[in-house]
């Protein structure tokens, strides 16, 4: 079995949980997720959802900020 190297993206695999390190250069384990048309589909979907909200209230104010306190207005 040839040694794996750590790269970046396996160092922050490895930070995140050591177990999963060992697990990933296994292909017994590997992940069948990769494949999964329902997630492939959720972004698009909350779109939709977003579209539709826009639709219902024309007169509700968009939130684009990505943290919560910039959401609610706190600073």
């Not at 017994?28 to 539709?52: C, I, K, M, N």
């Not at 826009?54 to 684009?64: Q, R």
Request: glycine share 8%; hydrophobic share 35%; with cysteine.
């Amino acid at each position: 079995m040839k040694p794996a190297t750590l790269s970046k993206s396996r160092s922050k695999v490895a930070l995140e949980c050591p177990r999963k390190l060992t697990y990933l250069g296994d292909k017994r384990y590997a992940s069948t997720l990769d494949d999964d048309e329902f997630l492939e589909a959720l972004p698009d979907e909350g779109l939709q959802v977003g579209a539709l909200a826009k639709l219902m209230h024309p007169e509700g104010v968009g939130v684009t900020a990505r943290s919560v306190e910039e959401q609610v207005g706190r600073r």
